[in-house]
C-alpha cells in the first residue's frame, strides 16, 4: 500500500497530538495507522535529507517492496515511515 499526502498529513497531526499528551510515538502511531509500518529513531542516526521535516520530527519514506528495506522521496513507493526525534 503506497503513502499518499492526506496520510503524511494525518501522520504529522498526530505526531503533535502524541508529543502533547506525551505518549511514545511509534506505539501511538502504529495504533492510529495499523497499515503503515513506523520506525522512531534519533535525527543523529539519520545522514540523508528527510522527506518532511517538523519543528521537533523528521519524517523519512520507507520501500519494502523488494527484498531489502530502502529510504525512498517517492511517496508513491512508500510504506512505511521513520520518524527521526530532533530532541
Known amino acids: 500500500m503506497a503513502l499518499n499526502e492526506s496520510q503524511i ?5 498526530s505526531i503533535t497530538a502524541l508529543r502533547t499528551n506525551g505518549e511514545p510515538l511509534a506505539p501511538g502511531l502504529r495504533s492510529l495507522f495499523p497499515d503503515i509500518v513506523f520506525v522512531r529513531c534519533d535525527a543523529e542516526d ?32 512508500a510504506d512505511g515511515v521513520i520518524i527521526a526525534e530532533l530532541d
Open 46 to 77: 539519520m545522514d540523508t535529507a528527510p522527506y518532511r521535516s517538523g519543528t521537533h520530527y523528521q519524517l523519512y519514506l520507507l520501500d519494502r517492496s523488494e527484498l531489502c528495506i530502502r529510504l525512498t522521496d517517492q511517496l508513491e513507493s
Open 9 to 13: 498529513a494525518a501522520i504529522e497531526t
